[in-house]
C-alpha cells in the first residue's frame, strides 16, 4: 500500500531541502534583481515630479520677495501721505501750487515734494529710490507739466533688489487739498 499524497514538492528522505524554500511550498516573494528593477522604474518615475516640485519652490520664493519689495515702496508711499502737499502755505491753510521740486531743508522731509532724489536700502535687500514731478491730467492721461507747477504731484518710487536684476515702479498720484 501506498502512503498519504503530498501535494507541491514532496519530502525525500535522505535528500536536503534547499535554504530559502521549505518543503510542501511554492516558492513566494522576490528576488534582489526583481528589487532593484522595481526601485530603477519608481526613480525614473518620481524624477519628473522632483523637478516640477523644485521650479514651484523657486517660483514660490520669488513671490515672496516680490510681496515684500510691494511691500518696501507702500511703506515710503504711506510715510510721504502723512506729510503735507507743499510747505508754502501757512499752518493751517491750502499750500498753493507755486511750489518748487526738491528738498527744501536737508534732512527734513516735511511735504511730498522733498522726497524728489530720495534714495534708501530697505532691510538690507531693496534699493529704494523716489522721483517727484509736477503733472496735468488730460483726456483721462496723466502728462508731465515739465516743471511747471501744478495742483498735482506724481511720485514713482522704484524698488530693486539683488536676485536677479528686478525692479518694479510704483506710481501715486497727490492733489492739493484745495481741488
Known amino acids: 500500500m501506498r502512503g ?3 501535494r507541491g514538492n514532496p519530502v525525500v528522505p535522505g535528500v536536503p531541502v534547499s535554504p530559502g524554500r521549505r518543503a510542501g511550498r511554492n516558492r513566494r516573494g522576490v528576488t534582489l ?40 515702496a ?10 503735507r ?6 499752518a493751517g491753510t491750502v499750500p498753493t501750487a507755486s511750489a518748487t521740486i526738491g528738498l527744501d531743508v536737508p534732512g527734513v522731509y516735511d511735504d511730498v515734494d522733498d522726497w ?3 534714495s534708501d536700502v530697505f532691510e538690507n535687500q531693496f534699493t529704494r529710490s523716489v522721483a517727484v514731478d509736477f503733472v496735468a491730467v488730460v483726456a483721462n492721461t496723466v502728462v508731465p507739466t515739465g516743471g511747471v507747477p501744478s495742483d498735482l504731484k506724481r511720485v514713482q518710487v ?3 533688489w ?18
Open 158 to 160: 522704484n524698488i530693486s
Open 33 to 72: 534583481v526583481e528589487m532593484l528593477m522595481g526601485v530603477v522604474v519608481l526613480s525614473l518615475a518620481v524624477l519628473p515630479l522632483i523637478k516640477v516640485f523644485m521650479s514651484n519652490v523657486t517660483g514660490a520664493e520669488e513671490n515672496w520677495i516680490s510681496y515684500r519689495a510691494s511691500l518696501a
Open 116 to 118: 524728489d532724489g530720495f
Open 162 to 179: 539683488t536676485e536677479g536684476t528686478h525692479n518694479v515702479v510704483f506710481n501715486k498720484i497727490f492733489a492739493n487739498s484745495a481741488l
Open 74 to 83: 507702500q511703506n515710503l508711499l504711506q510715510t510721504m501721505a502723512r506729510t
Open 85 to 90: 502737499w507743499d510747505q508754502l502755505g501757512p
Open 4 to 6: 498519504p499524497r503530498v
